[in-house]
């Protein structure tokens, strides 16, 4: 009895498989094409529009579109991405989110305090004058004074150290706004 089973389900394996895939209609199209270089291309431009869907959000297809005869079109017409202005690259300094390559090229920034509090367990709380807000996430026997001239540099896995201008001293440091 058990080798009739293990039989009907090594015959019927193969059958489920093939019954699960679905061939896709611009795939058939392309297999009907009767000249040799025109089904080649339209072979290449499924691959290609298949290979470049994986690899983009699903929100932003390119429409692949098969004439009668065999020759393919793709809409690749796409704005480029404006640089951001270095301000607003120095205004997003410290901010948790996917860089650009002006963003990777400010590695620090220096700023005067418009406000600078202790909190508890040693930890301080600032503002620049810039509008950013970061706090410390280490104690630190530094003190802090409005007015003073800070650099805040970018680290190691997107960590940020914080100093007076003038000292060797640093404290880590986290944007919080």
């Known amino acids: 009895m ?3 089973l293990v039989l009907i389900t090594l015959l019927l394996t193969p059958t489920m498989a093939l019954a699960n895939n679905v061939v896709d209609p611009l795939l058939w199209g392309c297999s009907e094409i009767d000249d040799d270089d025109k089904r ?4 290449d431009a499924y691959i290609k529009q298949k ?3 994986q690899s983009k959000p699903a929100k932003d297809p390119q429409p692949l579109v098969l004439n009668s005869n065999g ?8 704005p480029l991405p404006q640089p951001a202005p270095e301000s607003d690259v120095k205004q997003q300094f410290g901010l948790e989110h996917k860089k650009t390559e002006e963003e990777k090229k ?3 920034i220096t700023s005067t305090l418009t406000s600078a ?8 709380s600032f503002t620049l004058d810039n509008g950013q807000k970061w706090r410390t996430i280490e ?11 800070v650099v805040i540099e970018r680290g190691m896995f997107n960590s940020f150290s914080l100093k007076k201008t003038g000292s060797n001293r640093t404290v880590k440091v986290k944007r919080i706004q």
């Not at 020759?71 to 796409?78: I, M, P, S, Y």
């Not at 509090?117 to 301080?124: E, G, I, L």
């Open 2 to 4: 058990k080798n009739w």
């Open 40 to 43: 080649l291309s339209c072979f």
């Open 51 to 53: 290979s470049a869907l």
């Open 71 to 78: 020759d393919h079109t793709q809409n690749t017409a796409k």
């Open 106 to 108: 400010v590695t620090k």
């Open 117 to 124: 509090t202790k909190k508890a367990h040693n930890k301080w």
């Open 139 to 149: 104690a630190t026997t530094t003190s802090f004074k409005v007015g003073q001239s």
